[in-house]
């Protein structure tokens, strides 16, 4: 599993799970990972929401990191101060905090706190905009 700052050629995005839930009802999910970004959950989150019903996201790019030490303590930390978002979704912040890239989020409460700590954020209306400007998919809304 890699740990660290992210070294790959594409940016990266960490994402949280309700990304891959928005992302699966609209059907995209897989056109998703045709972007020249690359997307990565926190290794806790994966295992605990993602991994049981989609297995499959590993092989269609997703990277599963793990969170260092220090990055760990702050998600802990950002219990303490945010009490809305769940603590998985706290760990893909500390996670974005750590890789030093934007946050990829659909849950209010965690853009919420992202927004206070300064992370740069996106949401699936981004991700969707991403996809035409990238010509994976079309606007056809006239």
């Known amino acids: ?19 891959f839930i928005d992302l699966i009802s609209g059907d995209l999910l897989q056109i998703m990972f ?12 994966y295992k605990e929401e993602l991994a049981e019903q989609h297995s499959d996201l590993p092989g269609y790019g997703l990277k599963v990191l793990e969170i260092q030490g220090e990055f760990m303590m702050q998600a802990y930390r950002l219990r303490a101060e945010y009490k809305s978002p769940g603590q998985n979704d706290l760990f893909a912040l500390a996670l974005a905090k750590q890789e030093a890239c934007p946050l990829v989020a659909g849950d209010r409460d965690l853009r919420n706190a992202a927004k206070e ?13 991403r996809m035409i400007d990238e010509k994976l998919i079309t606007n056809n809304s006239g």
């Open 1 to 19: 599993m890699h740990v660290g700052k992210w070294n790959a050629r594409m940016p990266l995005l960490i994402s949280d799970s309700n990304i």
């Open 34 to 45: 045709q972007l020249p970004e690359e997307f990565a959950v926190p290794n806790i989150l």
């Open 117 to 129: 700590e300064g992370v740069e954020l996106h949401g699936t209306l981004w991700l969707v905009d």
